[in-house]
């Protein structure tokens, strides 16, 4: 059973950097599609950002195009958000996904960590 775990989240100033971790247990990384998406109060939950096992699909939002980064590190069986210029608009529960294999739709999701940015 595939299990994904987020940290990193927190309470931060307009313009600060934070760097979200996720951790893929039960399962690897390698040939999976992983991605970060978001949703703030009242909002519907958007897409992040996105990458799998061809380093060439690797996609973002346009709002965080330019300040965010995913980092896969097949190794560590992690992926990465890191987030500089942080916004206020940029507040919500950040929740990581996961693909089976070589799959397009995702199958696995953590339970998420609270971005907060104060302007």
């Known amino acids: 059973q595939v299990t994904l775990v987020e940290s990193g989240g927190g309470s931060v100033q307009a313009g600060d950097s934070l760097r979200l971790s996720c951790g893929l247990f039960?399962?690897?990384?390698?040939?999976?599609?992983m991605a970060w998406f978001r949703q703030a109060p009242g909002k519907e939950r958007q897409f992040v950002a996105h990458t799998n096992w061809r380093p060439e699909n690797t996609d973002y939002a346009d709002s965080v195009k330019g300040r965010f980064t995913i980092i896969r590190d097949n190794d560590k069986n992690m992926v990465y958000l890191q987030m500089n210029s942080l916004k206020s608009e940029d507040t919500a529960v950040y929740y990581c996904?996961?693909?089976?294999?070589?799959?397009?739709?995702?199958?696995?999701w953590g339970q998420g960590t609270q971005v907060t940015v104060s302007s």
């Open positions: 039960g399962g690897d990384v390698t040939r999976r599609q």
């Open positions: 996904a996961a693909t089976m294999a070589f799959a397009a739709e995702y199958s696995y």
